[in-house]
């Protein structure tokens, strides 16, 4: 059966510090992958999506990046966090088309 | 475009039955459904794919109709573990761009005894 795993779980971080948060699916291959980010009591706002190795597309312009160096591996980064980046990040995947989305267990982010 | 739904936030007794609705102002090709419950991820309840279509999952059903470009979510007969707050998420397109959804900003549902 298919996985889904999001690390770290909660994270404290200055502001202007470097984020990296990764993302791992198992028992599939070639998902769609996606980053979204939810503020407190908030909607899901999607930050990044991939449908392929080093296939990116950004929805929100802002100090984040994306990348995927392998083909069930997402990862979420920063070169400076800003007081407005804290938030629940959340990794999903899809098998495409309209396959259901599954989402980790995300990571809550607080900037200090 | 993101989806509009309503109401915000609901409070039911026990065993009583709740109605969220979804629109969106673009056609619609899909409609998803997905319950938060605090602190957690999100999880999958059902898609929606033809309109008029309805969907069962346990006690909670769904309607999608394409010609409005809405869909609702019908839940009977609520037990407490139905709290959580429910999104719906719109797929507007086929082939290429559509690999999205669009999340509406989710109906808080508080279930109490």
């Known amino acids: 059966s298919q996985t889904i795993h999001q690390w770290p779980a909660t994270l404290v971080q200055p502001v202007g510090s470097p984020l990296s948060l990764e993302c791992t699916v198992e028992g599939t291959s070639n998902p769609n992958l996606y980053w979204y980010r939810q503020a407190a009591g908030r909607g899901l706002q999607l930050l990044f999506y991939s449908i392929g190795i080093d296939q990116i597309s950004s929805e929100v312009p802002q100090n984040l990046s994306a990348s995927r160096p392998q083909d069930r591996q997402f990862i979420l980064s920063s070169k400076k966090l800003l007081l407005s980046d804290s938030g629940f990040y959340l990794c999903?995947?899809?098998?495409?088309?309209?396959?259901?989305?599954?989402f980790g267990d995300g990571t809550r982010l607080s900037i200090l | 475009q993101q989806p509009v739904q309503s109401p915000q936030a609901v409070i039911l007794r026990e065993g009583e039955d709740a109605v969220i609705n979804c629109s969106s102002s673009?056609?619609?090709?899909?409609v998803h459904w997905y319950r938060q419950k605090h602190g957690e991820a999100p999880v999958f309840l059902m898609i929606l794919l033809k309109g008029g279509e309805q969907k069962g999952h346990e006690k909670i059903s769904a309607s999608f109709n394409e010609k409005k470009q809405q869909s609702s979510l019908y839940l009977t007969a609520s037990q407490l573990s139905y709290s959580g707050t429910y999104f719906c998420?719109?797929?507007?397109?086929?082939?290429?761009?559509?690999?999205?959804?669009?999340f509406g900003k989710g109906t808080k549902l508080s279930v109490i005894p």
């Open positions: 998420g719109t797929r507007n397109a086929l082939g290429a761009g559509s690999y999205q959804l669009t």
């Open positions: 673009k056609a619609l090709y899909s």
């Open positions: 999903a995947w899809t098998a495409g088309g309209d396959q259901p989305q599954h």
